[in-house]
């Protein structure tokens, strides 16, 4: 009887450490590891662009810096950083900012004004090379002073005139197509600028 009073008494204790146990766990997560992430979109904003790209250049250059280390003007060490840049330059023109007029009793299409050229220059830099020496350091001060150089060298290589120049024949290129197709419907186009060549005008 004492024993059978001791066993039931051993697992009345087991069952109330098991309930302990798991209360705990579910109150404090003992054992187990929570993540949470809170996202949050700030803007959400999508904007239509109605731009024409007339030309594009890319360049790729390489350019080496030395740095040198002097004690009373005499060479001690020296290291050297070679970068490689690829420069992209893009012409576009925002169309809404071009003006025309149609007019549909006379079948003209009167050009007023022309959008004026917008030129993007990005240049993206690589390190290629690092020779650092022992008593001359290269530091990331150094690193981003050559990075800056040659994104300043590979801008000033970019002729905008010339890109603008080009960029502004590729353009009436580009409207002389867009024209075929008021001609195709007897439209005469007047040009008010004086800076459009459409053939058969």
Do not use: H, W
Not at 39 to 54: C, E, F, G
Not at 64 to 88: A, F, H, R
Request: aromatic share 6%; hydrophobic share 40%; net charge positive.
């Amino acid at each position: 009887m004492k024993n059978n009073k001791l066993i039931l008494s051993f697992v009345a204790g087991i069952i109330v450490m098991l309930f302990l146990f798991f209360g705990l766990k579910s109150c404090f997560n003992l054992g187990g590891k929570t993540e949470k992430s809170d996202y949050y979109i700030l803007t959400n904003q999508i904007s239509k662009m109605n731009k024409m790209v007339v030309l594009e250049q890319n360049i790729s250059s390489m350019q080496k810096t030395k740095m040198g280390y002097e004690v009373l003007g005499n060479e001690v060490s020296s290291n050297s950083i070679i970068t490689y840049t690829k420069t992209n330059a893009q012409v576009s023109y925002d169309l809404n900012k071009m003006k025309i007029e149609v007019d549909s009793i006379n079948k003209k299409l009167i050009i007023r004004e022309l959008p004026s050229a917008d030129i993007r220059i990005t240049p993206s830099v690589e390190i290629q090379s690092l020779d650092d020496s022992f008593f001359n350091r290269i530091s990331e001060k150094d690193i981003r002073n050559v990075t800056q150089k040659a994104k300043e060298t590979a801008i000033k290589a970019i002729d905008e005139n010339r890109l603008r120049n080009e960029g502004r024949k590729q353009l009436m290129e580009n409207l002389n197509n867009i024209f075929v197709l008021a001609k195709a419907l007897n439209y005469t186009i007047d040009d008010k600028t004086g800076q459009l060549n459409i053939v058969g005008l």
